[in-house]
């Protein structure tokens, strides 16, 4: 017997037909004598109808009733899930994040976990209960308010719940059977990762994969949660294991490069022209720091007389005209002598444990780019990946380059 936590997405949970479908793969588990608690996410566009209307009726709302509000569309599925359960002869009952009670601080809107008691949910466990939990949301202890961890946040109120539970597995259900080597729509060749590293795809979450939030990652890895990630459209009776999420040391033998992920939600900023002298760079993003607006791959480039400087950098497309407004504000404590940009771009990255243990990974990659003449605006690099900023009409080229390059378009143990 293994105690698990199943949490469904909400294109698994788009109507009442598949809400049994649902209630299905939960019955399996549940009748081969497991201890079954479930997150679930809102109806398929009920989160986007709901946040529709908050902004219809004020657009500068309180973010304490917009989190009332959206996290209600999760309560609809806990409460429908758990009613197919039952007419199914099974024992369930629905859980709202502040019945847990799923702690958070008071981040409306993106609130983060504080802590979770999963004594009410065990205790439930001892009865024969299956508990249905209302995922993406908890409430702030001081202010006994509901708040809602952010979009995706389901991911993360399952992988949390597992921690807490001391589940021996989290199964992610979605629409797609498990992790890719790289977006299948791009190139036709991908194929489904039977492992992945939580390192690896804690850098693929955040490098642009749908699969998984970013933040359900890093809990799986803090507290060492094994992680599925499964269709829910396969047969209820003979479901595929999809993808498991793991500690590296659980794979046998790494591929060099497990993965390419890309990103479009990228936008460049160049200043040209920028006094080269101590100050000027927390000049730059001290104010785009205090705007919580992220900056990714950093170039700077010094002149031959070393007075100035050129400086490029990346920000999120949705953060590009902020950004652009806050440096020509700040032009004045800058002194530089032009500003540019550019949001036809995109980043393509590279990820693999492996890299750790091989030389001249990126060198084949910058290689291989060159000789389909596609050019490269900005470079980073950790341990574990690489990344590229490149024009966005080569995306689907770059994309399959690399994946051919390293050997993924080949069968599982082929890889270059």
Known sequence: MARLVLKFGGTSLADVDRIRNVA?????????????????????????ELVAWVTDAAPLYDPAEYDAVVASGELVTAGLLAIVLKGMGLDARSWAGW???????????????????GSAILAGFAKGQIAVVAGFQGMHAETNRVTTLGRGGSDTSAVALAGALHADRCDIYTDVDGVYTTDPRVVPKARRLDKVSYEEMLEMASLGAKVLQVRSVELAMVY?????VRSSF???????????????????ESQVVTGIA???????????????????AAAIFGPLADASINVDMIIQVVSDDAKFTDITFTVPSAS?????AILEGAAADIHYGAIHGAQDV??????????????????????ALAEKGINI????????????????AYTELAVRTLHTLYGLDKPAGEAA
């Open 234 to 252: 396969d047969d209820p009776g003979d479901p595929e294991l999809g993808t498991l999420i793991c500690d590296e040391e659980d794979i046998l």
């Open 262 to 280: 890309f990103s479009r939600d990228e936008a460049q900023i160049t200043l040209r022209k920028v006094a080269d002298k101590p100050g000027v």
């Open 24 to 48: 299905r793969h939960v019955k399996r588990e549940f009748d081969a004598g497991h201890e079954v608690a479930v997150v679930v996410s809102a109806m398929s566009g009920k989160t986007n």
């Open 224 to 228: 060492k949660v094994k992680t599925y």
């Open 377 to 392: 605006r900005a470079i980073t690099t950790s341990e574990i990946k690489f990344s590229v900023l490149i024009d966005e």
């Open 99 to 117: 019945q847990i009670p799923l702690k958070t601080d008071d981040a409306h809107g993106s609130a983060r976990i504080a802590g979770i008691d």
């Open 320 to 324: 590009y005209k902020r950004a652009m």
């Open 346 to 367: 995109v980043k393509v990255s590279a990820i693999g444990v492996g890299m750790r243990s091989h030389h001249g990974v990126a060198a084949r990659a910058f290689k």
